[in-house]
């Protein structure tokens, strides 16, 4: 099957930026093909919101070049900005503005809004239309930018924290929002790049993510590949076991006769090994995308 | 149908809701012509991407386990035999491996496993029977 190439959506190539001295980021690149939903994993100050500003031309990159729809977005700013919303962590409006006249503001800005969309999310959000918007709570105001994101029915959805600091039931409303007010539209063109540290919450959303750490990628895996290669193993010995020689283990926990430990890859061998010593009990489960995220930082 | 995931299974999550929708079917929880929850709200209900189970849903509707019909959703297949022998026996053996692996960490024995699973395969023969009495037989056009 020959299929002509396709322009990812986005496409960061070497990309450094650095405020001081420092850089915040430093050779980073990231691909995100059409319809794929791309978490960018990282502690606080990793570089994940740099990254996410320098795509969205708010800063300008040091080295290397930034695509979005295979454009510039420094040079094509309207024509990429009409395709694409941003929901940032923090989400401030006009608060003399009521919630009707921000959302015709923000539509003022858009050659296409979807009515019907509107309405549905602020029923299901259950947003008072005529109350001014710097009398919201923070969840109401993140639910504000999230339909102002949704409405014009963008081909990508940038999120930047979007649920840090929103309580449980809004976290879950929105993700909730994301995948069904946004996604179905025309899910072959509906593309979403998430920064979080809330990991769990988006398991289910994610495709494929980057973990990055002091402004480098450090593991950049599909999804349902890192859970098939990350395991954590546990074993039990009838007697406390010798000092054993685990080469590739991750982390290693013991107690007693009972070690837990944990390998990116190589876990069927990993058990051969350990069967060989005949254990009494013998388990390997697959660690979430948050475990992963714990282990490859803690190493 | 009520799904469940486990990200913990190491599975991909498609192949997942796959699994479940072969065992239901298997199991009567799920009867030829029944609907299958719609994408969108299953979709939102697990938290998972809505491509995943739309990829689960081509999946089924490849291997002849489920019909779409266009603005009315996702069926169960009426003449719902949809597996080819050994496509169900691979279902099988992955299964079989786990168990078989476990009873060995347990220490039981291969005979007395054996033994067990003779046991298992009495107590389902007897409750498809309690199971199987009300229901008529289906016909379906050629």
Same mark, same amino acid.
């Given at each position: ?62 080295? $290397? ?35 009707? +006249? ?31 918007? $710097? ?40 993700? +909730? ?18 920064? #979080? ?68 890859? $190589? ?15 013998? #388990? ?14 803690? #190493? | ?142």
């Amino acid at each position: 099957m020959n299929t002509p190439p396709v322009t990812p959506v986005i496409d960061i190539q070497n990309l450094s930026h650095a405020y001081g001295r420092a850089d915040a980021v430093h050779d980073f690149s990231l691909t995100v093909p059409a319809g794929r939903c791309y978490g960018l994993f990282g502690r606080n100050g990793a570089g994940k919101t740099t990254t996410m500003k320098c795509l969205l031309s708010l800063l300008r990159p040091k080295h $290397g070049t930034v695509r979005l729809f295979g454009l510039d977005p420094a040079k094509h700013e309207v024509a990429v900005k009409r395709r694409l919303a941003y929901v940032p962590d923090q989400v401030a409006f006009y608060p003399w503005m009521t919630v009707r +006249e921000t959302l015709d503001y923000l539509a003022s800005f858009r050659t296409h809004w979807n009515k019907e969309t509107e309405r549905a999310l602020l029923d299901r959000f259950r947003l008072d239309p005529a109350q001014k918007t $710097g009398g919201l709570s923070k969840g109401q105001r993140t639910q504000v930018a999230l339909v102002g994101a949704i409405c014009p029915e963008p081909e990508l959805l940038v999120l930047d924290e979007p649920t840090s600091g929103l309580d449980p039931i809004v976290r879950r409303e929105f993700i +909730e929002t994301v995948i069904g007010a946004y996604q179905e539209g025309d899910p072959g063109n509906r593309t979403i790049l998430v920064s #979080t540290h809330l990991i769990t919450e988006f398991e289910g959303l994610i495709d494929e993510f980057t973990i990055m750490d002091a402004g480098r990628a450090v593991v950049h895996l599909g999804a349902d590949e890192a859970r098939a290669k990350y395991q954590k193993i546990r074993v039990r010995f009838a007697e406390t076991p010798p000092k054993l020689d685990l080469p590739g283990a991750l982390q290693v926990k013991s107690s007693g006769r009972e070690l837990e430990l944990v390998v990116n890859g $190589g876990g069927p061998e990993m058990m051969e090994r350990l069967r060989a010593l005949s254990p009494e009990s013998l #388990t390997s489960e697959a660690l979430t995308l948050e475990e992963i995220f714990v282990a490859t930082l803690k #190493t | 149908m009520i799904f469940s995931l486990n990200f913990k299974s190491g599975l991909p999550v498609y192949l997942q809701v796959v699994d479940q929708v072969k065992a239901a079917a298997a199991s009567g929880a799920l009867k030829p012509g029944e609907a299958l929850p719609f994408i969108r709200p299953l979709a939102e209900e697990l938290r998972v991407n809505r491509n995943t189970i739309a990829k689960a849903y081509t999946e089924l509707e490849s291997q002849g386990v489920i019909e779409t019909i266009p603005g009315k959703g996702c069926f169960l297949a009426a003449n719902h035999s949809p597996l080819k022998k050994d496509a169900r026996r691979k279902l099988l053996i992955r299964d079989i491996d786990q168990a078989v692996v476990q009873a060995h960490h347990l220490q039981v024995p291969p005979d007395e496993f054996l033994d067990l699973v003779r046991d298992r395969l009495e107590v389902l023969a007897e409750r498809q029977r309690h199971h199987d009495q009300p229901r008529e037989p289906q016909s379906t056009p050629a």
